[in-house]
């Protein structure tokens, strides 16, 4: 076990520390934290109309009177959707910017906007409407409509499809939502990096002294934030023409989409468990340094979750973000509620106990702070196994519960804090099965945690003293008594 310690301080937690401090990723993972207040409201406004529309409807049947008292409440809440959830690529974006310039030492405002404009250039302005007509049309009406742009085409069984042409319709559906996160990401980097690359080599227009420094920073982002936005734009026109196709698109369809499936494999969610808590063992923040990668693939999948929940369609992703908060590590990190109550019940060192009454009350609320470095339970030897068992063995049962349909997918993302049993049955919008697979996993984790927690009562430094005292003792008893 100390040979394994010590390669790995030498060897991984360097490549960790550097990870978890390379200004990029972090901007990246301050993105994602930064679209927590939409994020939230979003969440809540589904929650809600869950329980106030969802479930009366499928339990007591439509036009419910529950359904019909709420019936404001559950139009307002669509309208914060709207504006939250819907469009969330386009929060990601604003806040993208904001913190990759913050990180390059830029304006925040100028990369914010410069980062929301190259998301925006990329959307497809047109769209297209398909009508089944049960009647072929007369030739006169069929001419006018094909001048006017529409397109007839004969379908089987009689009858013809007029496709019409739209321009000016950004499709919020497909492009805003969760689906566009991956390219909000790609084109934040590059137009921001460069945007940020100009203003530090100073090619900017540069104004007196006396003009105020408002109007001096929106001049000196004029010359770096149009170069930006003309790259941008040049990449995703030479692309639409050479492929015929949206870059956005292709991104969706060729980068994003099978990265996604591949993280809804049980391998993608053990290694990333695996890591976050080695990592957290070692002293570093492991749900922060592997932030990136949790956000960028589950969050993204938490998005079209919980849009697909709000919109009534089959939910597209049974892994999420939320599926690690629910049911992987209660308490936090190391499934550390488990480890407290283990201490009250089991323990009888006075230091761990000490911990454990200090450390119960906000362990209920997923804060672990106080156990991991005041127990320790950091770079403590006894305490490494369970503290990557158990929440290893939490995420294999909460992993094949969700993915046979046992336990329904998380479908809204619930603040961290909230308390675990009910984490579970919020997150999976009223699922009671989630308590079930609650109290299943915190007793597993339970068995891991306890028989560690025995062990650790003969390692109490009161009672080894107590031992070499009595042995000295004795000695002391036994030389008198030969003499």
Excluded: C
């Excluded at 808590?277 to 938490?302: C, D, E, K, R």
Aim: proline share 6%; net charge negative.
């Amino acid at each position: 076990m100390e040979g394994l310690m010590n390669w790995m301080e030498r060897y991984i937690l360097p490549i960790a520390a550097k990870i978890g401090s390379e200004k990029h990723l972090v901007a990246l993972r301050d993105a994602f934290i930064g679209t927590m207040p939409a994020t939230m409201a979003g969440a809540i406004a589904v929650l809600l109309n869950a329980f106030m529309r969802d479930f009366p409807n499928t339990y007591i049947g439509p036009d419910n009177a529950i359904t019909n008292f709420f019936t404001p409440v559950i139009g307002v809440n669509g309208l914060i959707w709207n504006g939250t959830l819907a469009v969330m690529a386009v929060v990601f974006a604003i806040s993208l910017g904001a913190n990759l310039a913050r990180a390059y030492g830029v304006d925040p405002v100028s990369g914010s906007i410069v980062s929301t404009v190259a998301f925006i250039i990329g959307l497809p302005d047109a769209a297209s409407a398909v009508l089944t007509l049960p009647e072929t049309l007369n030739p006169e009406t069929a001419e006018m409509i094909s001048e006017a742009g529409g397109v007839l085409e004969a379908v089987e069984g009689g009858g013809q499809s007029l496709t019409l042409g739209a321009w000016g319709y950004f499709n919020f559906g497909r492009y805003m939502g969760g689906s566009g996160l991956f390219t909000a990401m790609i084109f934040g980097f590059i137009s921001v990096i460069i945007f940020a690359f100009l203003i530090r080599k100073n090619i900017i227009i540069r104004m007196p002294d006396s003009v105020p420094p408002a109007v001096s920073k929106a001049f000196a982002a004029i010359i770096p934030a149009a170069v930006a936005l003309y790259t941008v734009g040049t990449i995703h026109y030479v692309f639409r023409q050479a492929v015929g196709m949206p870059l956005i698109d292709w991104i969706s369809d060729m980068i994003q989409r099978p990265l996604m499936n591949l993280s809804q494999g049980y391998g993608a969610v053990f290694v990333i468990v695996l890591l976050v808590h080695v990592l957290w063992f070692f002293g570093l923040h492991g749900t922060n340094i592997m932030s990136p990668v949790l956000q960028t693939l589950y969050g993204t999948a938490m998005v079209e979750n919980t849009n697909a929940f709000q919109n009534g369609e089959p939910i597209p992703f049974r892994w999420v973000a939320g599926s690690f908060e629910a049911f992987v590590w209660p308490g936090g990190a190391g499934v550390t509620l488990v480890l407290l109550i283990s201490i009250l019940l089991f323990s009888k060192r006075a230091d761990y106990k000490t911990v454990g009454k200090l450390g119960i009350a906000p362990g209920l609320f997923n804060i672990n702070e106080p156990v991991m470095f005041g127990l320790p339970v950091v770079l403590n030897t006894l305490m490494m196994i369970p503290f990557i068992l158990a929440p290893l063995a939490t995420a294999t049962i909460a992993y094949f519960a969700t993915m046979t349909g046992l336990v329904r997918p998380v479908v809204v993302n619930v603040i961290w804090v909230m308390p675990t049993v009910l984490s579970g049955f919020l997150a999976t919008a009223g699922d009671w099965r989630a308590i079930v697979l609650t109290l299943v996993n915190l007793t597993v984790a339970a068995l891991i945690w306890t028989p560690f927690i025995l062990a650790a009562n003969k390692m109490d430094p009161s009672l080894v003293e107590e031992k070499e005292a009595k042995v000295k003792e004795d000695e002391k008893s036994y030389d008198i008594s030969m003499d």
